[in-house]
């Protein structure tokens, strides 16, 4: 059953429900019980993204599916691809990326099928398991969340004209942006203040010539004209 391991559904229902799929039995045994020690309740464990997308189906309570981007049987985008078809056909469930390397023509992908919910992570990131754990707490609840260093990455190829003519800080409002974090977030790590942010933010708009639309819709236009300026990989 392509390395699969059922749970039983959780009674208590206060933590996100997660279906992990990562090819490696250890790593995936490790974060089930990482997950568990802190609430998260683990629906079913798989080994690819067949069986991902079977367990999603299996599954309707699913919250969040945390995807190794690579899987059997090849090895290169099984995960990514899965995760673009749970987005679109069980808009409901979120997906939270995991990557041993930076390949950031992933994160324009993923956003592009749908910029909420959704997550791209370096597995280096597991490591500190408040910030793994607030990441996928956050994508769960509706959020978006990009390793920052694929950002670094992406804002080191962008070709966009219209970013270059942000400023230093913008970019760096922009960046953090990106990453999923609130304007008190984005406040706390550049030690400015919020209305300093909200003031950087609507540049980033007007700059960027996104209109009066909703203020979140906004924020994800500007994320996605980050995202989708880099070079494709």
């Not at 699969?4 to 490696?24: F, K, L, Q």
């Not at 090895?75 to 979120?94: D, K, L, N, T, W």
């Not at 995991?98 to 023509?105: D, E, G, I, T």
């Amino acid at each position: 059953m392509h390395g699969r391991t059922d749970h039983p559904a959780p009674a208590d229902n206060s933590g996100p429900r997660v279906i992990i799929a990562e090819d490696s039995v250890l790593l995936r045994g490790g974060m089930a019980l990482l997950l568990e020690e802190s609430g998260v309740h683990i629906l079913d464990q798989v080994g690819d993204a067949e069986a991902l997308l079977a367990s999603v189906a299996d599954h309707p309570q699913v919250d969040l599916c945390l995807i190794d981007i690579r899987m059997p049987p090849t090895y290169s985008e099984e995960g990514i691809e899965a995760a673009v078809r749970i987005r679109r056909q069980h808009p409901h469930v979120a997906v939270l990326l995991l990557s041993q390397h930076v390949v950031s023509r992933y994160a324009a992908d993923l956003l592009g099928a749908g910029a909420t919910k959704v997550g791209y992570l370096l597995k280096d990131r597991v490591a500190d398991i408040e910030e793994f754990l607030a990441t996928l707490r956050r994508v769960a609840q509706g959020g978006a969340a990009i390793d920052p260093e694929v950002v670094s990455q992406l804002l080191s190829r962008n070709r966009d004209r219209a970013l270059e003519a942000l400023t230093p800080r913008e970019t760096e409002v922009l960046e953090v942006m990106a990453q999923g974090l609130n304007n008190a977030g984005i406040a706390a790590e550049l030690t400015i203040t919020e209305r300093a942010v909200e003031k950087h933010i609507r540049s980033i708009f007007t700059k960027l010539g996104l209109g009066q639309d909703d203020h979140d819709h906004r924020r994800v236009q500007a994320v996605l004209r980050f995202l989708r300026g880099a070079d494709r990989l």
